[in-house]
């Protein structure tokens, strides 16, 4: 079935939400990586057993460049309640990857109505691990400065192997479609936030998938500074990089269909 298009609105304004599918399990409500877009996941979209799909750019991004700020993570995750809330009926799954994936955290840890699960993708985690120092942070606020920034931050960082030439040219046009202040709240403040106490209250199903070549948040760092602030969460590995949903989306569909299949028992 063919996505469709509506304006949800949120603190400032409204996002543009893309919604296909329908029934088939709980709806699929997605949140992309700093840097990303709804588009990030496209490919494992198309790969999805038939059922309800919800994405949208968040704030200070894409389409929802220009909403106003702030843009920490509590906004973020009130945007994302908000879009739940709104075109979601029944039962739910949260999809987040990377800052998408502790923005997800957050709102589980409100235990909103109809929340079934959460499917954390190469997640940041609760507890920022000791390598997110300063001069680390300060570094990563330039790494979509430019074209040119990007691509070594593609190629050198977030992947583990060449990504074909359009997702590429794909993921440097997202990562530069921001404002300015979305583009440096993650890396400057929004990475080293600690939600351990948040994470803590989550008590719906947790499975998160980690690239084994991730340099951004290798399995090592997941199983010591989010496994113990969700001890019920589930960890696996697959091979790839940090951008999981464009170099490996075969399987990320693949896990989130075997984690919905497992919630309906």
Same mark, same amino acid.
């Given at each position: *079935?063919p ?7 949120v603190?400032g304004? %409204?996002v543009t939400? #893309? ?10 409500v997605?949140? /992309? ?13 198309? #790969? ?9 750019d968040q704030r200070?991004?894409?389409? %929802? ?14 945007d ?5 809330e709104? +075109? ?8 987040? @990857?990377s *800052?998408?994936?502790?923005v997800?955290q ?11 699960? $959460?499917?954390? $993708?190469?997640?940041?985690?609760p507890?920022?691990?000791?390598a997110?120092? !300063? ?5 990563l606020? /330039?790494?979509?400065?430019?074209? !040119?920034?990007?691509? @070594?931050a593609?190629?050198r960082?977030?992947?583990?192997g =060449?990504l074909?030439g359009p ?7 997202d %990562?530069?479609?921001?404002?300015a202040?979305?583009?440096? !709240?993650w ?6 936030q ?9 008590e $719906?199903?947790v ?7 991730d340099?951004?948040e290798p399995?090592a760092?997941?199983r010591? +500074?989010?496994? =113990? +602030?969700?001890? @019920?969460?589930t ?5 790839g990089? @940090?951008?999981?949903p464009? !170099? ?5 569909a693949?896990?989130l269909?075997?984690f919905?299949?497992?919630l309906?028992?």
């Amino acid at each position: *079935m063919p996505e469709s298009t509506r304006a949800v609105a949120v603190a400032g304004g %409204s996002v543009t939400v #893309r919604t296909g599918g329908g029934g088939g399990g709980p709806a699929l409500v997605f949140a /992309h990586y700093w840097g990303g877009s709804a588009a990030t996941w496209d490919a494992v979209v198309r #790969r999805l057993p038939p059922g309800q799909t919800v994405r949208f750019d968040q704030r200070g991004w894409g389409t %929802s460049r220009e909403l106003p700020g702030p843009y920490d993570l509590e906004r973020l995750a009130d945007d994302l309640a908000r879009v739940a809330e709104e +075109c979601v009926t029944g039962p739910f799954v949260l999809v987040g @990857h990377s *800052m998408g994936g502790k923005v997800a955290q957050l709102v589980a840890a409100r235990r909103p109505a109809g929340l079934a699960g $959460v499917f954390l $993708v190469a997640p940041a985690p609760p507890r920022p691990p000791a390598a997110v120092t !300063e001069a680390y942070r300060e570094a990563l606020s /330039h790494a979509y400065d430019s074209p !040119e920034s990007v691509g @070594h931050a593609v190629d050198r960082v977030l992947t583990a192997g =060449p990504l074909p030439g359009p997702a590429r040219e794909a993921v440097v046009r997202d %990562s530069l479609a921001a404002s300015a202040g979305a583009r440096t !709240e993650w890396p400057l403040r929004g990475i080293a936030q600690d939600i351990t106490e948040a994470a803590r209250r989550i008590e $719906v199903p947790v499975a998160v998938l980690a690239g084994r070549q991730d340099r951004v948040e290798p399995p090592a760092v997941l199983r010591a +500074c989010l496994l =113990p +602030c969700v001890p @019920h969460a589930t960890l696996t590995t697959v091979p790839g990089g @940090h951008l999981l949903p464009l !170099e490996a989306p075969e399987a990320v569909a693949g896990a989130l269909a075997g984690f919905l299949a497992g919630l309906r028992g």
